[in-house]
């Protein structure tokens, strides 16, 4: 009983050597029986062999070993792990005759398979055998897909691992199964599938035992309908085989082809000498058909290839369609449509031969080149004027709308109509339309004749006519050009307007009609154009009046823009002798009654416009041309006499205002201080460039920079373009010609200069004032160097970002041999950087200040210098005496809260230096004063800062920075209160720590007194004391130091310490040059720092008796 046994039965391998093994461990065989145990995983019922994996036996066996393919003779059942041996026994008796009855129920429906494999499904097993022939070997695999064109199959060989793996998807945990085999999983997806032929396959219904007659029947059952259905699509394209028109895209053709076609696509051809294809594409023109074969539906560029067929070669194909019937007989309908569609084409091509004016865009024409080649194109654009059209070349594989657009004459295009729905009713179209362009063209023909002396004020863009001696050509206006009595004019009139960028030139109004082929009515456009031209003929008349009234010159304020011509010694700026001298105004200047001209930069009909470059800017842009060398200009004004009574009003109250402005800028001329934003006024350029209208320019006031105590300027001059720049007082005055009230404007300058002053000389009493508060300045603060300072003092910054080497080597020569580094000579200007209110002393920062706008901190005075100021100044000067100093208020928004402030911080400086000196004459004993304790050394009077307190001399290391470390007794050390602004309170906390200090040092004594006798037993990190004879002279060391390590000998009197000792110069210092080896009866303990000495000594007294006590 070795059939149909389930999934983890146990079961006995025998004779296994021929079949697949891997994973194989030692201990893989059951000592008991000398066979191999295993574990049923699947069966096969197509081969009767089984899929096991070994199992876990007894002892020493352990299992993992992978059989495949193991038939089921060679499986033995086993009951070793059953409660119930007899009865497991018995169930698989039952299971192996299930098993039989199904085999032979599954073999006798197989034989009626034999001849189907039509209308196979998807994930059908099949037999394939290598050959149309039983007898060849049969080969396990799976339907992928059918392709009906060709008659085949795609199918997936299947290997044993494969089709076991598929049994046992519902069975055991998923992630563990694809874990186990996911190496054959691997292997299964390698095997390509492949192409075979209907005949070649036999289904079979060994993959479901469960199923037998039902699936067979259904399998015979579709194989006769796909007959039939065969059948019936032979004879639709049997039928159809002459029908070669009327065919549509994505369409199955079948295409003759012979031996060239074969080997340009690589194909060969079937029995019938077609090969399969799909239509993507259709030529109307040529009635051509684009195949891609093979015939899928989506295009694959490496393996397919498209080419143009013509249509007898093409026959339709109805293997993939639903409805072969209906669809062959829509196709017959839509082949006569196109049949039909021709034969019009053909005809209406005949009709409409002569009709080649107005074909509307998009039509399709061929061109016929100069060799008399056809070319299809469709056309973009017909020009009434020139009877032409733009033609738009077609491609089959690409459409159109491609580049190389050209223009081609009506009588080189023929219109077709190949691709239209309805020629018929296309060629009355056409027909139509070229009567409306004939008779379109007489129309324009008498109106120009109506209108041929109309030639002045033709509006931009229209087409002309250009008649002289040697040819007669239509062109567009450019430009009309009255003063001169000439138009400017494309060379052809098919390029428009916009987008012209061509040559052009430039022809005399005589030589010009009115060409009204544009004109959708050109009679009514006749009738316009005579009375336009009337209309100017009687402005131009009106302006050559006023012109000559106007010749003379000498008019002011004349507007910008303005067309005007030099006169008089005005013609000698020209830049050249054949210049018109005419342009356009660009400025009128009113303080010097002069103009900035703009001269036209066209050349002579001669040449092109093109001809002038921009490096000959300067030659026409002339400035400061007087009055009197201008005349006004009319031809172009709408109105001419109009502007003349402009120009004249203009003119009076230019001379009025000139007259009152002179006297207000004599009024003003000095008042350059506290000018408001806005006003325009006179400046000195820094650089010292002289231009055409002086030294002096003309700008706008921007704001004023009270820390370079400069103004910023906006003029827009020749020299500098249009910017900012920077301006002392000194250098610039108010400018009031251009104020609507001259008098007005020159009082307002007065009036702020005065207040100005006034504020400016008030400041100077408040200085004058301070001038002697000079203690405890505040950052930021500008002050006046009032006695110099040595050079020495002075030290250049570090090398800043954007700063040269060769400026900075400048720098340093300058500050060695020329002069005094700022910020120490008399006069100069420096600012506080740093302070020591102590000392009364300084630190300046000292410079040029920073070119860019300041930047405040949030917590910072907007009265004072910012810090990034500070920091980026050039120069340093340290140690600047008090009195060397004398505050400004520049800078100050409120410089009577800024002096009070100075005052207040002044004479409270004064108070805590009382307070000091007085601390001084009194010379009080501190004890314990705390580290960073600032401190007066009394017998020199420096200053320094308490490092440590040493309260066995007593005494302290204190750090001066000119000095450094060194230390002092406490009777010479008082404490520098002059920082503190709580004089008392400061005092009495110092006398608490002082009386807290005795009272420690008495327990000191008391401590050392008690422990004079402990030179034994100390332990590591006691403060000790040694002897003075053991100390080493002249190494700065003192007694005091830390003990280190312990040398125990069998003698006490030969045991050592390693103690550290301390530096003279700082008593909490220590290094490895102090440690020395003392013996231990020479060393005692000390507790001059300790906080509660009494009971440091008790706890180290209870260690030593501990110690002691230890065996």
């Known amino acids: 009983a070795c059939l149909g046994l389930r999934h983890g039965d146990l079961v006995e391998l025998v004779e296994i050597e021929d079949h697949h093994q891997t994973d194989i461990h030692d201990g893989g065989v059951n000592p008991m029986t000398g066979t191999v145990l295993a574990s049923v995983v699947s069966f096969d019922p197509w081969f009767g062999c089984y899929h096991v994996e070994a199992s876990p036996g007894y002892d020493t066996f352990t299992g993992g070993a992978k059989f495949l393919g193991v038939p089921a003779s060679n499986v033995k059942p086993v009951f070793w792990n059953c409660s119930e041996p007899q009865a497991a026994a018995c169930a698989c008796l039952g299971l192996h005759a299930e098993i039989l ?15 189907i494999y039509l209308g196979l499904r998807p994930l059908q097993w099949v037999e394939v055998s290598d050959e149309a022939s039983t007898a060849a070997k049969l080969k396990r695999c799976q339907v992928v897909k059918f392709d009906a064109i060709a008659g085949r199959y795609l199918v997936k060989p299947l290997t044993l691992a494969y089709s076991m793996l598929r049994e046992e998807e519902g069975d055991g945990d998923s992630s563990a199964r694809l874990k186990r085999w996911r190496r054959l999983v691997d292997d299964t997806n390698s095997i390509p599938a492949r192409w075979v032929l209907a005949e070649q396959v036999r289904p079979v219904l060994w993959g479901d035992c469960s199923n037998d007659f039902p699936e067979a029947t259904s399998l015979v059952v579709a194989h006769q309908l796909a007959e039939c259905r065969l059948a019936l699509v032979a004879a639709v394209e049997e039928a159809a085989a002459n029908t070669q028109l009327g065919l549509e895209k994505d369409m199955l053709v079948a295409v003759a082809i012979d031996g060239l076609d074969s080997c340009l696509w690589g194909l060969m051809p079937n029995n019938a000498g ?45 293997r993939e369609s639903q409805d072969p019937q209906g669809d062959w007989a829509t196709l017959q309908v839509k082949a006569c449509r196109a049949a039909k569609r021709r034969e019009n084409a053909e005809a209406a091509r005949a009709s409409v031969a002569g009709a080649l004016l107005g074909l509307p865009k998009g039509q399709w024409v061929l061109e016929t080149d100069s060799s008399g080649n056809s070319k299809g194109c469709v056309v973009v654009e017909y020009s009434r004027v020139t009877g032409s059209y733009l033609l738009d070349p077609w491609d089959r594989d690409r459409g159109h709308g491609l580049k190389g657009r050209r223009q081609r004459s009506s009588g080189k295009v023929q219109p077709v109509f190949w691709a239209s729905e309805d020629p018929l009713a296309d060629v009355e179209t056409c027909l139509r339309l070229h009567a409306e362009e004939l008779n379109h063209g007489a129309e324009a023909l008498k109106a120009e004749e109506d209108a041929r002396f109309a030639n002045l004020g033709l509006p931009v863009g229209v087409a002309v006519r250009v008649f002289d001696e040697n040819e007669d050509v239509t062109c567009r206006v450019l430009q009309y050009m009255p003063e001169v009595g000439e138009y400017r004019l494309t060379i052809t009139a098919d390029v428009a307007i916009e987008s012209y960028s061509d040559h052009e030139q430039r022809r005399p109004c005589t030589q010009l009609r009115r060409c009204f082929l544009d004109e959708d009515r050109p009679l009514e456009a006749a009738v316009q154009t005579i009375k336009a031209h009337a209309v100017e003929d009687a402005r131009i008349r009106e302006a050559l009046e006023m012109n000559a009234a106007c010749a003379a010159g000498g008019l002011l304020d004349l507007k910008e823009g303005i067309r005007v011509m030099l006169v008089g010694d005005g013609l000698n700026r020209r830049p050249s002798e054949v ?34 470059c921009s490096s000959e800017h300067h030659l026409y842009h002339i400035t400061s041309v007087a009055a009197r060398h201008l005349a006004p200009l009319f031809s172009e004004v709408p109105k001419p006499k109009a502007l003349r009574q402009e120009l004249e009003t203009r003119h009076v109250g230019a001379a009025t205002c000139f007259s009152k402005a002179v006297l207000a800028n004599s009024a ?29 320019q003309i700008g706008t006031i921007q704001s004023f920079d009270k820390f370079h105590q400069r103004y910023r300027l906006f003029c827009n001059t020749v020299s500098n373009g249009g910017c900012c720049i920077d301006v002392v007082p000194s250098a610039l005055r108010p400018y009031v010609f251009e104020a609507d009230d001259p008098a007005a404007e020159s009082a307002l300058a007065v009036a ?35 006695q110099a300072i040595p050079r020495s003092h002075a030290t250049s910054l570090p090398k800043r970002p954007g700063v040269s080497r060769a400026q900075q080597l400048t720098a340093w020569l300058s500050s060695l041999v020329v002069a005094k580094p700022p910020g120490c000579s008399v006069g100069d200007i420096a600012y506080i ?32 210098l910012p810090r990034n100021w500070l920091r980026n100044l050039d120069h340093q000067v340290q140690s600047a005496d008090a009195s060397s100093l004398r505050p400004l208020l520049t800078f100050a928004e409120d410089p009577h809260a800024m002096a009070a402030r100075l005052r207040q911080g002044h004479e409270a400086a004064l108070r805590r230096a009382a307070d000091q000196c007085r601390l001084l004459e009194q010379r009080p004993i501190f004890l314990g004063m705390p580290r960073g304790t600032g401190v007066s050394i009394v017998s020199s009077g420096r200053t320094a800062t308490i490092r440590a307190y040493d309260a066995s001399v007593p005494g302290y290391s204190v750090y001066s920075q000119q000095h450094g470390f060194f230390f002092v007794a406490v009777d010479q050390v008082v404490p520098d209160l002059s920082r503190d602004d709580n004089f008392e309170s400061r005092t009495h906390e110092l006398e608490c720590l002082h009386e807290a200090e005795v009272r420690r040092l008495a327990e000191v004594r008391q401590a050392n007194e008690l422990s004079a006798s402990w030179h034994f037993h100390l332990p590591i990190g006691t403060i000790v004391e040694v002897d003075a004879q053991y100390v080493p002279c002249g190494e700065g060391l003192l007694q005091l130091g830390t003990i280190l390590g312990i040398h125990t000998e069998q003698h006490p009197n030969e045991s050592t310490y390693t103690v550290a000792l301390r530096s003279g110069c700082a008593s909490g210092s220590c290094s490895n040059a102090s440690c020395r080896t003392f013996p231990q009866q020479h060393v005692k303990p000390s507790f001059w720092e300790a906080q509660s000495p009494l009971q440091s000594a008790r706890e180290l007294q209870s260690r030593i008796e501990h110690f002691q006590k230890e065996p």
């Open 101 to 115: 009855a199904q085999l032979k129920l599954v073999e006798e429906a197989t034989t009626q398979l034999n001849g």
């Open 274 to 318: 077609n090969v399969f294809g799909r239509i993507v594409d259709i030529d109307p023109w040529s009635c051509e058909y684009k195949v891609r074969v093979p015939a899928e539906k989506e295009a694959k560029p490496t393996t397919q290839a498209e080419r143009w067929i013509p249509h007898n070669r093409v026959r339709p194909i109805f």
């Open 579 to 612: 210049h018109s001298g005419r342009g356009i105004v660009l400025r009128y200047w009113p303080d010097k009654r002069t103009y900035d001209v703009m001269l036209d930069t066209g050349a002579p009909s001669s040449l092109s416009r093109k001809s002038f």
């Open 668 to 696: 003003c001329r000095n008042a350059n201080l506290g000018l408001p934003a806005g006003m325009r006024v006179y400046f000195q350029e820094t650089s010292g460039a002289i231009n055409a209208r002086g030294t002096e």
């Open 752 to 786: 702020a200069h005065e207040t100005e002053l006034a504020r400016l000389w008030q400041l100077e009493e408040l200085e004058a004032k301070i001038s002697k508060c000079n203690l405890n300045l505040p950052t930021g603060l500008p002050v006046r160097i009032v």
């Open 833 to 864: 950087a740093d302070h020591d209110q102590s000392n009364s002393c300084y630190i300046l920062a000292a410079g040029q200040l920073p070119q860019a706008l300041p930047v405040w901190a949030d917590d910072e005075d907007r009265s004072m």
